[in-house]
């Protein structure tokens, strides 16, 4: 088994997470890690006080952008770029990771990965998530998860890459969304592999209204289909939409159902349907427009 690295590029995105960013810095610092970590943070100009936080922990590089100006690859890029290190962790700033083996497990399995692409973390929903995203987050990262039969699956939430890779594979900075699966799809055809660590482990969740889970899920089928990734599916309303929002809402009823959550049903019903909704606009769009 191969040792881990002793010094590491910790490249963190932040905007307006001052309610978390204090406790994923101090869960960084804290890790079961002996080596150096080099922390680089490119935050999007917030205004809630998260610079004072950041500042405390004396990053080597403490980029603000001008409000409105974030392209997702293009900050990904300049974090790899200003990176000192050939190691390169990402983590969100409001990804705290569980306890003090997230590094350390994180790089074990990356390191003795042959011909690695990228390693990610486990992500666990927060204790206000909704239903609806817990039960998402537990078919992404859960012990039953179904995101092993999916075709291709990633997260950039909390991940750890090769500086020498990314040099031969930077990710786009022509898309908006899901360029972090596309990289990865793009490394993965040229033979990298791609690894969920699932002994890694980073509490992060978001709640969406069902308005803002088109918005998303519209805007990541739009990267997809510009990235010629659509997958072979009917973008009728009947069979891309209806079919597949019933047996989604099917799902989301037993897993409310074992958990006592049974009020948050209709709501769940209502993101699934906007969901797919957003998935085949933004199919039908990325393919006009691609």
Not at 26 to 52: C, M, N, P, R, W
Not at 82 to 100: C, G, I, M, R, Y
Not at 152 to 172: G, T
Request: glycine residues 6%; hydrophobic residues 35%; aromatic residues 12%.
């Amino acid at each position: 088994m191969k040792p881990i690295p002793d010094s590491i590029t910790l490249v963190m995105r932040s905007y307006n997470e001052a309610w978390a960013i204090e406790d994923t810095l101090k869960a960084v610092f804290s890790q079961d890690y002996a080596g150096e970590i080099e922390l680089i943070v490119i935050d999007s100009g917030s205004t809630d006080g998260s610079h004072e936080i950041i500042q405390s922990y004396q990053p080597k590089e403490f980029i603000i952008l001008e409000p409105g100006s974030y392209v997702p690859g293009k900050v990904l890029n300049q974090g790899f770029q200003l990176a000192s290190h050939e190691w390169v962790v990402f983590l969100n700033s409001d990804a705290t990771p569980k306890d003090d083996q997230w590094l350390q497990q994180l790089l074990q399995a990356a390191v003795n990965t042959p011909k690695l692409g990228a390693a990610f973390s486990r992500q666990v929903a927060r204790d206000d998530c909704e239903a609806v995203f817990a039960h998402d987050y537990d078919r992404c990262f859960g012990p039953k998860r179904e995101s092993d039969q999916w075709e291709h699956f990633f997260s950039m939430v909390s991940c750890v890459a090769q500086k020498s890779v990314w040099q031969q594979y930077p990710l786009r900075e022509d898309l908006q969304y899901a360029e972090d699966d596309e990289w990865t799809r793009r490394m993965k055809e040229a033979g990298y592999a791609t690894r969920l660590v699932v002994e890694s482990v980073v509490i992060h969740s978001h709640n969406y209204t069902p308005e803002q889970s088109y918005k998303r899920a519209k805007g990541d089928a739009i990267a997809v289909a510009q990235a010629g990734n659509v997958p072979s599916m009917s973008l009728t309303w009947f069979a891309g939409v209806f079919l597949p929002t019933l047996k989604d809402s099917i799902k989301d009823f037993q897993y409310c159902l074992q958990r006592h959550r049974l009020r948050e049903v209709p709501h769940a019903f209502r993101v699934r349907y906007q969901q797919r909704r957003g998935r085949i606009d933004g199919y039908k769009e990325g393919l006009r427009n691609g």
